[in-house]
């Protein structure tokens, strides 16, 4: 049966537990199978049969709100979104309960500043931070318990309720009301008199929670910002061209099969081949590689990068949703949704942490009263274990370093599919290379032109150019693109396949191919010797002569790329062995692994070689990451526990990797493994944080160690350590 995916765009979530209560609801939908990420605020489902509607309803049951995403603007100066209306109400709110908290707070905690009746002010001022103020947890409270669930909010309501109330009592039925009553402020629980007040906990624990809220919605919108500013890369207009007539169009408008001009300075508006022109190509925006590339008729250009040089017509192949930009954009939108291993269990963690929370403040405030402690002692300690253990750390701990992480990695052309691929870099230990393409560049250029004497080096060049020009097999190409000058005219071209070419080059019969068959068939006397070393060494050895007599040797080479030793070295330096697996012949593959510092080479490997040779790796035990560009690659690449394709690969090695390299170049491979590798890092940092935090804070809460003023400030700034802690991956070099 045929699935489907879907993304759901959620609102009203205020925690970590928010998203795991959606994510069963979801999953409790015949076959549905659904992601919900509290930092993105949104759910990834697969589905079988159930529809947009259906899943929406699903989610409204628990409690919260849900619409599939509009497509994103083309204008960048599209309205702000919602979730920016909700921040800036929030940072409102904020402010508003500042101003009115932080007098209540000095009034409670200075006792010369303590004037007759002064409480009374204390409750004017925090009424309405303790009301309106904390409304947004109180309503997501009320809303969660009409569902029959609690999350983080209801941690937070009942402490400032608790709180509040107990201030209302005391001062209308209690003493505390009483002209000339004074209190003064402990980091500890035991300060206040049973006939005091806790105005400032109710208002200060609000604004506290109401800045950590306001942080965490400032650090989502700035770590999503990568995926938004992608999103807006691409041209917003075309000058299509019709019978010779330029007509400008918005991009939306463009078809498959269009010719486009784009003059210099000019954004390429989507994924073709370039009819005509040349040009250097700026793509510093997609792949993170500063040095512009150049192309020419024949060339594949993306939607998006910059024309820098000449004039281009460009006939296009991808448009819309087909094209790179697109793709980067899903990619990335899947990583930043979905899930690593470690965060599940902070999700399993939270949705059983808050409940077993209430039973501990219960517990706390009996317990006191049991072993004879005071009534504001228990109450204090209550109040402060619901406030101190309000889990929001453990949601943000992994969703805002994979924002951040993989945002970073948009920019330096580094696409990671998933947050599972986070967990399988770290134990890579073998790191398997594709020759072709990967470590070389993949196409054939001459290598060495070595002229027999009287004959210079440009003349045989010339030559032989000739004599290729009606071939199009790669080697000709090469010797053709090679030569100087424009080839002699050759006439009565004729191909012997797997051996060589003839043609009359003025009124002489030239020949030009493989030594031996230009010595066996032509009598002529090649450089035997000299044409079987290099072809030891991988090269492809042309000879030329006419009349009988040799011209010289021409070797024809894959050509390594500039940066594949380098690339190699980097890859030993974290850890994993590099394997070099080609089809070519051991000779060319020993070759370039001798140039670029690799020991373990596999010759003559066919594609289901390829695949063969990773599950050997696999079965001797090894954790092997496969790079490749190639459709002879893709099987080998989805069989490996980490797939690396080269962005200038075929689509079809792209779909079977796990991190693509958008740039090609083999040394962002090692930047892709440490970035994934810091990334998890940092979730696991954070991770560790918010446990040993918990684990410390509510014992010492229980005992009656904590002011619930100092509770609610640690939770706060516990959840502002996580997001901070990640967003230091946007420095990532």
């Not at 309501?157 to 505390?176: D, K, M, N, Q, R």
């Not at 402690?373 to 750390?393: M, N, R, S, Y």
């Amino acid at each position: 049966m045929s699935t489907t995916e879907v993304e759901l765009d959620i609102t009203g979530m205020t925690c970590a537990s928010c998203a795991t209560r959606i994510e069963r609801k979801l999953n409790k939908v015949p076959g549905v199978t659904a992601s919900v990420n509290y930092a993105t605020e949104k759910a990834q489902v697969t589905t079988e049969s159930a529809d947009a509607a259906t899943l929406i309803a699903a989610v409204e049951a628990a409690g919260y709100s849900a619409q599939v995403p509009a497509p994103p603007a083309a204008d960048e100066t599209a309205q702000e979104t919602p979730r920016d209306t909700e921040t800036a109400a929030l940072g409102r709110r904020l402010l508003i309960s500042a101003a009115l908290a932080l007098p209540v707070a000095v009034l409670s905690m200075v006792p010369a500043w303590q004037f007759t009746n002064w409480q009374w002010l204390a409750l004017t001022l925090a009424a309405p931070v303790a009301v309106w103020g904390a409304w947004p947890f109180h309503r997501a409270a009320a809303v969660n318990a009409r569902h029959g669930g609690v999350t983080m909010d209801t941690l937070v309501s009942l402490g400032v309720i608790a709180a509040f109330t107990w201030s209302v009592y005391a001062l209308f039925f209690g003493s505390a009301g009483e002209p000339g009553m004074t209190m003064s402020f402990s980091l500890f629980g035991d300060a206040h008199a049973s006939d005091e007040i806790y105005l400032e906990v109710a208002a200060l624990v609000t604004v506290f929670l109401l800045a950590g809220r306001y942080v965490e919605a400032r650090a989502k919108k700035s770590s999503a910002e990568a995926l938004q500013s992608l999103l807006h890369l691409g041209a917003k207009t075309a000058s299509v061209l019709v019978d010779g007539i330029e007509r400008p169009v918005p991009v939306a408008q463009l078809a498959v099969g269009d010719t486009v001009v784009v003059r210099p300075g000019e954004k390429i508006p989507s994924d073709g081949l370039v009819s005509d022109g040349a040009s250097a190509i700026d793509a510093s925006m997609l792949t993170g590689e500063s040095t512009p590339v150049e192309v020419t008729a024949g060339s594949r250009v993306v939607g998006a990068t910059l024309n820098v040089s000449g004039r281009l017509i460009i006939d296009i192949t991808r448009v819309g949703s087909d094209t790179e930009l697109a793709r980067m954009g899903r990619l990335l939108s899947e990583a930043q949704t979905g899930k690593a291993q470690v965060q599940r269990l902070a999700d399993r963690v939270s949705a059983i942490f808050v409940p077993v929370v209430i039973v501990l403040a219960i517990a706390t405030f009996v317990g006191w009263l049991l072993v004879g402690g005071e009534l504001d002692q228990a109450f204090t300690a209550a109040v402060a274990t619901l406030i101190i253990a309000c889990p929001c750390a453990l949601g943000l701990a992994t969703p805002t370093a994979l924002l951040v992480g993989t945002g970073r990695g948009s920019q330096l052309g580094i696409l990671i599919r998933g947050p599972q691929i986070l967990e399988q870099t770290r134990a890579i230990d073998t790191i398997v290379l594709d020759k072709t393409g990967t470590v070389t560049t993949g196409t054939m250029s001459v290598t060495e032109v070595l002229p027999a004497a009287g004959v210079s080096r440009d003349e045989l060049l010339r030559i032989a150019a000739a004599v290729e020009a009606g071939s199009e097999h790669p080697v000709a190409r090469a010797i053709v693109a090679a030569a100087k000058t424009d080839p002699a005219l050759a006439t009565d071209f004729l191909s012997h396949p797997g051996f060589g070419v003839q043609a009359m080059v003025g009124e002489t019969l030239t020949v030009a191919g493989r030594a031996s068959w230009l010595h066996e068939q032509w009598a002529i006397e090649t450089d035997d010797a000299t044409a079987a070393a290099r072809e030891a060494q991988g090269a492809t050895v042309i000879a030329v002569g006419r009349d009988g007599a040799p011209l010289g040797l021409i070797t024809v080479a894959d050509t390594l790329k500039p940066t594949s030793a380098e690339a190699v070295a980097q890859l030993k330096a974290l850890g994993p062995t590099p394997v070099l697996l080609t089809g070519d012949n051991p000779g060319a593959a020993g070759h370039v692994a001798a140039a670029v510092g690799i020991d373990d080479v596999r010759a003559g490997i066919t594609p289901a070689g390829k695949l063969d040779a990773v599950r050997a790796l696999q079965a001797e035990g090894r954790t092997v990451a496969m790079v490749g560009d190639g459709v002879n690659d893709a099987a080998a690449l989805a069989a490996a526990d980490l797939g690396l394709a080269m962005g200038g690969g075929t689509d079809a090695a792209i779909a079977a990797s796990d991190i693509t390299i958008v740039s090609g170049d083999l040394r962002v491979v090692a930047d892709a493994i440490r970035l994934s590798r810091r990334t998890l890092g940092t979730i696991k940092g954070n991770l560790f944080w918010a446990f040993a935090y918990n684990a410390a804070a509510i014992p010492l809460a229980m005992l009656g160690l904590l002011n619930p003023l100092i509770a609610g400030a640690a939770m706060a700034l516990s959840s502002v350590f996580v997001v901070t802690n990640s967003l230091r991956l946007r420095r990532f070099k």
